[in-house]
Each structure stands twice: as structure tokens, then as C-alpha cells.
């Protein structure tokens, strides 16, 4: 009798303990949960305000206002392709780089002017450097030119005063605070531009 009254007490202590080690399992898993949750609306709070990251997306405009002309030029040789595409890759309006390169050089490729500028898009020594293009080469030189006119238009928030730039330098635009009142500058922005 003896040992059925020691296997019961044994028993209940097994029972009791496989209880309490449940009981206890539940506990942590409830406490974790609770934890867990608290942990969570505090990051939510916190970054409720945040902005996400992502690319930067280029916006091309396809549609011209009233009074911007389109390019209709006679050139239609190889460089025609490498320019639009250099315009769509650095959000430039296709139309207004095409007038661009029309303007700076004629879509002659070797084009020097006596200032130093040269290529398609005439670069001068400096900004090339700066751009790391070779301006001797024509997809690299349009490369180069859409970008750097991409970087006035974010400079001054307008194609206008990008043009400027492009011409007289953005040191220029600064100390007018718009179009420079060079006779050259205001004709190349009235030609290619439009108005």
C-alpha cells in the first residue's frame, strides 16, 4: 500500500510540475505577446512621419504649352536618335535639347566656337571635366549636355532660366536673379525656347 500511496504523490508531482511548466509556457508566451505589441505601436508612433525612400522618378514632359515651338529642324542624321534618348534618360523635354544642340552647333559634331566650347552640345573644357565626359565624343557630349542642363532647371526651377544658365553660366542668372541682359543670351533663350 505503501508504494501505491508514494507512485500517487509521485504521480501528482509529475502531474503538478508538467502543470506548472504549461502554466509557465503560457505565461512567457502571453507576456512576449504583450511586450511585443507595446514594442510595436512604439515603432508605428515613430515612424508614423517618416518618408520613404525611393528612386528618384524622371519626369519627361511629352506636351508643350501654347507657346513653346517644337523642334522642327531638317537635320535627321545619327546624332537625332542620341539626342532624344540622352533627353528622356536626364527628364529633359526632347523638343527643347533638340533646339538646344540645333542652336549650339548646327548637329555638327566638331564643332568648336572661340570661346572653347565644343561638340554637339558645347561643352566647355571645364564642365565637361566635371560632368566626366569625353566632349570629343558625340553620345557622351549630348550625355553631357542633357545633364548639365537638367542640373540648371533644378538650380532654377525653369527651363527659361536653365537655358540662360546653359548659355551664360548659372553665375550669370544668380546676379541678375533671372535672364542675364546679354543681347546673346536673351536671343539664344528667345530661339530656342520659342518666346
Not at 535627321?76 to 527628364?91: F, I, K, S, T, V
Not at 554637339?120 to 542633357?146: I, K, W, Y
Request: no cysteine; proline share 5%.
Amino acid at each position: 500500500m505503501r508504494a501505491f500511496w508514494v507512485g500517487a504523490i509521485v504521480a501528482a508531482f509529475v502531474a503538478d510540475a508538467a502543470m506548472a511548466q504549461n502554466l509557465s509556457s503560457k505565461n512567457r508566451n502571453s507576456l512576449f505577446k504583450s511586450q511585443t505589441k507595446v514594442l510595436d505601436n512604439r515603432a508605428s508612433k515613430q515612424y508614423s512621419n517618416s518618408v520613404r525612400l525611393q528612386p528618384r522618378k524622371v519626369v519627361t514632359p511629352t506636351k508643350w504649352d501654347a507657346e513653346t515651338k517644337r523642334f522642327t529642324g531638317k537635320y535627321r542624321g545619327p546624332y537625332l536618335n542620341m539626342a532624344r534618348d540622352a533627353a528622356r534618360r536626364h527628364g529633359v523635354p526632347e523638343d527643347l535639347f533638340l533646339r538646344l544642340v540645333q542652336q549650339e552647333s548646327g548637329w555638327n559634331s566638331k564643332a568648336k566656337s572661340h570661346k572653347g566650347a565644343y561638340g554637339l552640345a558645347q561643352l566647355m573644357p571645364a564642365t565637361a571635366r566635371s560632368l566626366g565626359v569625353d566632349r570629343e565624343d558625340p553620345a557622351q557630349n549630348l550625355d553631357g549636355g542633357a545633364r548639365y542642363l537638367k542640373e540648371q532647371y533644378r538650380t532654377f526651377g525653369s527651363w527659361r532660366l536653365a537655358l540662360a544658365a546653359y548659355n551664360a553660366g548659372p553665375g550669370a542668372v544668380k546676379k541678375y536673379n533671372g535672364v542675364p541682359p546679354f543681347r546673346e543670351t536673351r536671343n539664344y533663350v528667345k530661339v530656342i525656347w520659342g518666346s
